[in-house]
C-alpha cells in the first residue's frame, strides 16, 4: 500500500538529523515521481484497450505470456531490467526464459523480499553471469521486463489480462525512468539473504520503519499490535543484526542498506 502524504513527512523527532532528512526529501521526490508515471502507464493502457486505431500496446493472455516474454527478450542487445515483485506465472515465465540473455549482456533485476526467499537459488545462480546484478526491494512496482528502452512487458490487472506488451518508446522509457527510481539504494541480493531472520521477517521490517520514524517504544509496540517486550527484543535482535551500536546508527545503516522507503 502506498504511503500517504502523512506518512511522508519527516517525523519531528528526526528533524535535526541533515543526513536522514535530506534523503527522505529525496525519497519523497521520487516517490512523486513514480505516482506519475504510474498514472502515465495506467492512462496509456486503458486509452490503448479503448481505442480503433493501431496503437503500440497488446494484450495478452496467460497462455500466451512466455511467448510474450520471450520475443522481448529476444530484442535484448543493449540492457535489461526486470522487476519481479511477485512468485507468480510473471515471475515465472521471466526466470523460465532468462537463459535466453546473451553472455555480458547488463541485466539489472530487482525483486520483492518474498521473491528473493522462493527463488533464491535461480536468482544466485543468475547472479553469477557478467555484468548482472539483483536488488531487493519492499515497495510496490508492477512486474515488468524492459529491453534496451524501446519494449517491455508489463504484468497486468483482472481487466487487461496476464500481461501488457509495450512498443511505445515514450512509455517504456519512463518505466526504465520508474525502474531507475526504485532501484536507487535498495540492498543486493546477497545482502538481502545475508540478512538475519528478524530483517528478513515483515514483523521485523516495520520494528525497523518504526525505530527510523523516531516512535517511542510504546507507541510503536501498540501500533504493531505486540508487547513492548516483543517490541524491545526485535529491536536489540536487529541492532545485532545490522552491527549498530545506537538506535541511531540502526537508523543510519538502514539507509545505507536501502532497508527503508516511504
Given at each position: 500500500?502506498?504511503?500517504?502524504?502523512?506518512?511522508?513527512?519527516?517525523?519531528?523527532?528526526?528533524?535535526?538529523?541533515?543526513?536522514?532528512?535530506?534523503?527522505?526529501?529525496?525519497?519523497?521526490?521520487?516517490?512523486?515521481?513514480?505516482?506519475?508515471?504510474?498514472s502515465t502507464l495506467s492512462t496509456l493502457i486503458r486509452e490503448a484497450a479503448g481505442?480503433?486505431?493501431?496503437?503500440?500496446?497488446?494484450?495478452?493472455?496467460?497462455?500466451?505470456?512466455?511467448?510474450?516474454?520471450?520475443?522481448?527478450?529476444?530484442?535484448?542487445?543493449?540492457?535489461?531490467?526486470?522487476?519481479?515483485?511477485?512468485?507468480?506465472?510473471?515471475?515465472?515465465?521471466?526466470?523460465?526464459h532468462l537463459n535466453r540473455v546473451p553472455a555480458g549482456l547488463p541485466v539489472r533485476?530487482?525483486?520483492?523480499?518474498?521473491?528473493?526467499?522462493?527463488?533464491?537459488?535461480?536468482?544466485?545462480?543468475?547472479?553469477?553471469?557478467?555484468?548482472?546484478?539483483?536488488?531487493?526491494?519492499?515497495?510496490?512496482?508492477?512486474?515488468?521486463?524492459?529491453?534496451?528502452?524501446?519494449?517491455?512487458?508489463?504484468?497486468?490487472?483482472?481487466?487487461?489480462?496476464?500481461?501488457?506488451?509495450?512498443?511505445?518508446?515514450?512509455?517504456?522509457?519512463?518505466?526504465?525512468?520508474?525502474?531507475?527510481?526504485?532501484?536507487?539504494?535498495?540492498?543486493?541480493?546477497?545482502?538481502?539473504?545475508?540478512?538475519?531472520?528478524?530483517?528478513?521477517?515483515?514483523?521485523?521490517?516495520?520494528?525497523?520503519?518504526?525505530?527510523?520514524?523516531?516512535?517511542?517504544?510504546?507507541?510503536?509496540?501498540?501500533?504493531?499490535?505486540?508487547?513492548?517486550?516483543?517490541?524491545?527484543?526485535?529491536?536489540?535482535?536487529?541492532?545485532?543484526?545490522?552491527?549498530?551500536?545506537?538506535?541511531?546508527?540502526?537508523?543510519?545503516?538502514?539507509?545505507?542498506?536501502?532497508?527503508?522507503?516511504?
Amino acid at each position: 500500500m502506498a504511503a500517504t502524504a502523512e506518512q511522508r513527512d519527516v517525523p519531528a523527532e528526526r528533524r535535526g538529523w541533515p543526513e536522514q532528512d535530506a534523503v527522505v526529501r529525496l525519497q519523497d521526490a521520487l516517490f512523486r515521481g513514480r505516482e506519475l508515471i504510474e498514472s502515465t502507464l495506467s492512462t496509456l493502457i486503458r486509452e490503448a484497450a479503448g481505442s480503433a486505431e493501431p496503437v503500440p500496446v497488446t494484450h495478452t493472455g496467460r497462455s500466451e505470456l512466455a511467448d510474450a516474454v520471450a520475443q522481448v527478450l529476444d530484442k535484448g542487445g543493449r540492457d535489461i531490467a526486470i522487476a519481479l515483485t511477485e512468485a507468480g506465472e510473471f515471475t515465472d515465465a521471466v526466470l523460465g526464459h532468462l537463459n535466453r540473455v546473451p553472455a555480458g549482456l547488463p541485466v539489472r533485476v530487482l525483486c520483492t523480499a518474498t521473491a528473493a526467499d522462493v527463488h533464491a537459488d535461480r536468482l544466485s545462480r543468475f547472479q553469477e553471469r557478467p555484468r548482472t546484478e539483483i536488488r531487493v526491494t519492499d515497495r510496490e512496482l508492477r512486474a515488468a521486463l524492459v529491453v534496451d528502452g524501446t519494449a517491455a512487458v508489463v504484468s497486468g490487472t483482472a481487466a487487461e489480462g496476464a500481461a501488457v506488451v509495450i512498443g511505445d518508446v515514450g512509455t517504456v522509457q519512463a518505466l526504465e525512468l520508474l525502474f531507475a527510481c526504485v532501484w536507487a539504494g535498495r540492498p543486493r541480493l546477497n545482502d538481502q539473504l545475508h540478512f538475519g531472520p528478524r530483517l528478513r521477517s515483515e514483523l521485523g521490517r516495520n520494528v525497523l520503519r518504526q525505530l527510523c520514524s523516531g516512535s517511542t517504544d510504546e507507541a510503536a509496540a501498540r501500533d504493531l499490535a505486540v508487547s513492548l517486550r516483543t517490541y524491545r527484543r526485535y529491536v536489540a535482535d536487529i541492532m545485532r543484526e545490522l552491527d549498530a551500536g545506537s538506535r541511531f546508527q540502526v537508523g543510519v545503516r538502514a539507509i545505507e542498506f536501502g532497508l527503508v522507503s516511504d
